[in-house]
């Protein structure tokens, strides 16, 4: 149980163009997702929290109008990184949580990751 | 602020011995605490996790975890370590406030040594 997904798992762009990233919660229903990055031999960064069917609520230094995040339904939340640049390639790692009230609502879930590189 | 120390960037154990991968925190109040592992090129499997009850947690793979509420301490163990658990493995914390913030540690690299 609590399998979280992710797609792609790595993409290639040009520089300029727009990425769009899913992130699915497969088998439970996900209130509350989170957006990370991770630099190579770093630690996880948390970029925004996903809550459904409201705005997302950025970290300090995140542009919100550069890393977009719809969280539109209880198992999907997008990131859409626009006009990539080289310096936005990374690792980024979308997690998931369970709704409050269930056994395992404290816990974070993670997807598989992906890797953006943008030329 | 909420912060994790893991204060081995790597950590080298022969195989069949015993390992731990050591885990200090910072948090306002009672800790939630969580141990997670990570492959290359992968994101992070959730191994166990601490919220409240007995110390000594258990979790997937044969991996351990004991909370030390007075050393602020929560140590990752293992009876005996197998190749495959070569991984970097990184501790989190968050508050119990309802803070859903993670804040994790550096990760450690540990490396199982046949």
């Known amino acids: 149980g609590a399998v979280v997904s992710q797609h792609p798992s790595w993409v290639i762009c040009k520089s300029g163009t727009s990425v769009k990233i899913e992130c699915r919660s497969l088998?439970?229903?996900?209130?509350?997702m989170f957006w990370y990055r991770q630099f190579p031999k770093q630690s996880l960064m948390l970029m925004a929290t996903?809550?459904?069917?409201?705005?997302?609520?950025?970290e300090q230094g995140v542009e919100k109008d550069k890393f977009l995040i719809n969280h539109a339904s209880l198992t999907l939340s997008t990131l859409t990184v626009t006009s990539a640049h080289p310096e936005d390639s990374s690792f980024y790692i979308c997690?998931?949580?369970?709704?409050?009230?269930?056994?395992?609502?404290?816990?974070?879930?993670f997807g598989p990751g992906t890797r953006l590189l943008v030329l | 602020a909420q912060s994790v120390a893991q204060p081995e960037d790597q950590v080298n154990v022969a195989e069949g011995n015993p390992l731990t991968v050591k885990c200090t925190y910072s948090?306002?109040?009672?800790?939630?605490l969580f141990w997670y592992v990570q492959y290359p090129n992968r994101g992070l499997q959730f191994l166990l996790k601490?919220?409240?009850?007995?110390?000594l947690v258990k979790g997937s793979y044969g991996f351990e975890a004991e909370f030390n509420k007075s050393q602020t301490s929560f140590h990752l163990k293992k009876p005996s370590a197998l190749v495959s658990d070569s991984a970097l493995y990184f501790c989190?914390?968050?508050?119990?406030?309802?803070?859903?913030?993670?804040?994790f540690g550096t990760g450690t690299r540990l490396t199982i040594i046949p």
């Open positions: 989190a914390v968050r508050d119990s406030f309802g803070n859903e913030k993670l804040t």
């Open positions: 997690s998931a949580r369970e709704m409050a009230g269930t056994r395992n609502a404290e816990t974070q879930y």
């Open positions: 948090v306002s109040g009672n800790p939630y």
């Open positions: 088998d439970f229903q996900a209130t509350t």
């Open positions: 601490y919220i409240t009850g007995d110390n």
């Open positions: 996903s809550n459904e069917g409201s705005k997302a609520t950025y």
